[in-house]
């Protein structure tokens, strides 16, 4: 059974800081992996999507890598704003369906 | 182009009660996915509809819980009668039916459901 884990749980930095979130699963075949965010009441974005096939994926200040035999992503943020607050979720993908972390809640102090 | 949209975003019942949650995908998805988040959880997968079809429905928790997709167009998750662990915000997706396998999915923003 998958086993998806994000970490830190929390963070908290200030305006213009580089970092970076962590996500591990427990079982190495998958289809792909996407990172998601989620502003309070509201749904989820997709930020990136990387195919098991693919490394990385970038899209802006945002960096995601894939190295599936270690089980592991992470997801680097550029140069941090406070329009940055939200939690971000790491899903992976078996042929039908996500599995979800926890979700790391990102503020960004001004 | 729309995106996925669900009704209603907020609903307040009692135990017991019944209570319907409507998802439209992004037209001419024909994969439409219910997911849910219990307070306090991780995002939990819920069932999968190919078309009309039920691909997979191995996250249904209980038989207090019916999914339909007539017509392969829109879908509803009933819940009757609804127990308090039910409350959680119940998300839907959708993607292409593509080939070369499991592609983007779209999230729509949710309906967050209370049982009082």
């Known amino acids: 059974k998958q086993e998806v884990t994000q970490i830190p749980a929390a963070l908290s930095v200030p305006e213009g800081e580089n970092l970076v979130l962590n996500c591990s699963f427990t079982d190495s075949a998958i289809y792909n992996l996407q990172w998601f965010r989620q502003d309070p009441g509201k749904g989820l974005t997709s930020l990136l999507l990387i195919q098991s096939s693919q490394r990385e994926q970038t899209s802006g200040r945002l960096n995601a890598s894939l190295d599936k035999s270690s089980g592991r992503s992470t997801l680097y943020i550029a140069a941090s704003q406070p329009g940055d607050s939200a939690t971000y979720l790491c899903a992976v993908r078996d042929f039908n369906k996500f599995y979800f972390g926890s979700g790391t809640k990102l503020n960004v102090k001004p | 182009e729309a995106g996925v949209t669900q009704f209603p975003s907020h609903s307040v019942i009692e135990k017991g009660q019944t209570v319907t949650l409507r998802c439209d995908p992004i037209s001419g998805h024909d994969n439409l996915y219910w997911y849910r988040r219990v307070m306090g959880k991780e995002i939990k997968f819920l069932l999968h509809?190919?078309?009309?079809?039920?691909?997979?429905e191995s996250g249904m928790p209980n038989n207090r819980f019916l999914a339909e997709r007539t017509g392969g167009t829109y879908s509803t998750l009933k819940v009757q009668p609804a127990e308090l662990e039910d409350s959680g915000v119940y998300f839907c997706?959708?993607?292409?039916?593509?080939?070369?396998?499991?592609?983007?999915?779209?999230f729509g923003p949710g309906t967050r459901l209370t049982v009082l």
């Open positions: 997706a959708s993607s292409p039916l593509l080939a070369g396998g499991p592609n983007e999915q779209f």
């Open positions: 509809f190919v078309k009309e079809s039920k691909q997979d």
